[in-house]
């Protein structure tokens, strides 16, 4: 497969640089070439898109809610060999990839149902014989720049969003991703989707992300990525002021207290830390137990790793897949060099008979660390997890809001008072109780806090207020 551009509703092929993507389970195996745009093909999807909002932004809320009924309908039907294609290009493991494309579709039709409902208020008046109420607008142009770790997921929760508020989207998705987002972007051509209401720019961040938020004729910017670039994006959106919304990184915490249920815990924590490889913003990469039934927990936790297998990415049997690249597999594999030279390994999963022929990464988990050791400060993004302890509650809350990032943090207990203690003091966008730290319901508002995000919200309603601004109108209509 080859990636290309949708433009203007036109299919091209850049000319610029040619990049091989290999599957990450069998290095081996091509699974297609990028082809790796300039800055014209930036501003080119500007004018497009620029030119098509207006008349997206008049038809009806039910009309581009029928388009996206479209969409998902056409994704759903592309379903299973679009999952096919995202696992073999960036590794996730298949099952979990088939997951990632339904809620796809499940958001797609969720977005779509906004096309019907309200928008506004109506606001009383002081004067006599005023008609005053609020609306929601759309900002017009947006970019979406997207990751590889949900090549699927989160360009539809920003995508569908934005075009059901009214606005146009220019797409640059991760180069991990961008064959998989060629794909996505011919079956949304399926539809009735007009033409320059969503344009797809293949690239490198440096060159399409930095001339999108720097130098394209745009309205707002949705960017989920690192840290680092997202301040930069902020910066850049902040000098032109232009909306900008940022997800960025996580060092998300799961604090076991002494009365949890072991038995339920173990296998949420494992799940929480290790599908995906570890790859994603919200995985656990803090476990802090109250030291009562620290034994206990290790003990579960070393007899349940036995059965997280890596395996290929195809094979519906294996708990992970490789990790995404060779860039990831160095990054990643820095940090487990560095847990085996200053940290304990408590529990590893089984060995990989073809780990050779892949960049797999067997998951770890680790102790024997202090709460400022780089291991429980960084960011990972991997499948690796540190285990602390903690004399009780208070001190486990003390150590969970010991970050840089609040992204999520969840809590196992049975006592229903420290859950609520919890959901109040725990430093993070999103808090949970006996669940795991990933797995945010699409309907749910998505987002951190300190430098996990740039303080607004993805997904369900919040997403709508991001994608548009409020019009206050009023008239008199007597005199």
């Excluded at 581009?64 to 590794?91: P, T, Y």
């Excluded at 606001?123 to 770790?149: E, H």
């Excluded at 011919?186 to 320059?196: D, Q, R, S, V």
């Excluded at 960017?223 to 998300?252: D, H, L, P, V, W």
């Amino acid at each position: 497969m080859h990636s290309k551009n949708w433009i203007g509703g036109e299919w091209m092929t850049p000319s610029g640089k040619e990049l091989t993507v290999k599957n990450p389970s069998r290095i081996t195996e091509e699974v297609g070439v990028l082809h790796l745009s300039d800055r014209s093909h930036v501003f080119a999807a500007e004018q497009a898109a620029r030119a098509a909002q207006i008349g997206w932004a008049k038809q009806t809320g039910a009309a581009r809610g029928e388009i996206l009924f479209q969409m998902a309908a056409a994704l759903e039907a592309n379903a299973d060999s679009l999952a096919q294609l995202a696992s073999r290009e960036m590794g996730k493991q298949l099952g979990e990839m088939r997951g990632e494309v339904a809620r796809g579709v499940s958001l797609l039709r969720y977005y779509a149902g906004e096309g019907m409902r309200s928008n506004g208020n109506l606001i009383p008046s002081s004067d006599t014989n005023v008609l005053q109420y609020s609306r929601r607008v759309p900002l017009g142009v947006v970019a979406a720049i997207t990751p590889w770790n949900f090549p699927v997921a989160i360009p539809i929760w920003k995508i569908a969003p934005a075009l059901i508020c009214g606005n146009t989207v220019i797409w640059k998705p991760a180069e991990n991703g961008s064959l998989t987002a060629t794909r996505l972007a011919e079956i949304f051509a399926e539809t009735k989707l007009p033409a320059g209401v969503l344009n797809l720019v293949i690239g490198k961040g440096r060159e399409i992300g930095n001339t999108l938020t720097n130098e394209a004729e745009i309205d707002a910017v949705s960017f989920t990525g690192s840290s680092e670039t997202g301040k930069q994006i902020a910066i850049a959106c902040a000098g032109r002021n232009i909306k900008y919304q940022t997800e960025m990184g996580g060092k998300n915490v799961a604090v076991v207290l002494a009365d949890a249920d072991l038995d339920k815990t173990v296998p949420i924590l494992l799940s929480g830390a290790f599908r995906s490889a570890g790859q994603k913003c919200t995985a656990t990469s803090r476990i802090i137990v109250e030291k009562a039934i620290y034994q206990p927990l290790v003990e579960r936790l070393q007899s349940a790793m036995e059965t997280c297998r890596v395996g290929d990415a195809s094979d519906l049997e294996a708990y992970l897949g490789p990790v995404a690249s060779a860039a990831q597999y160095e990054t990643v594999g820095q940090y487990i060099a560095l847990a085996n030279a200053e940290a304990t390994v408590i529990a590893q999963s089984p060995s990989y008979a073809k780990e050779e022929q892949g960049y797999y990464i067997r998951p770890q988990i680790v102790e024997g660390v202090a709460a400022n050791h780089r291991l429980v400060q960084e960011e990972v993004f991997g499948p690796l997890a540190v285990l602390l302890t903690a004399d009780g509650f208070d001190e486990a809350v003390e150590l969970c809001n010991q970050s840089v990032y609040g992204l999520s943090a969840s809590l196992f207990t049975r006592d229903l008072a420290s859950a609520h203690r919890f959901l109040d003091v725990a430093q993070a966008g999103m808090v949970r109780v006996n669940q795991e730290t990933a797995g945010v319901e699409y309907q749910a508002p998505f987002g951190g806090m300190k430098l996990s995000s740039s303080h607004t919200r993805e997904q369900g309603q919040a997403a709508l207020d991001f994608y548009s601004t409020t019009k206050t109108c009023a008239i008199k209509y007597a005199w």
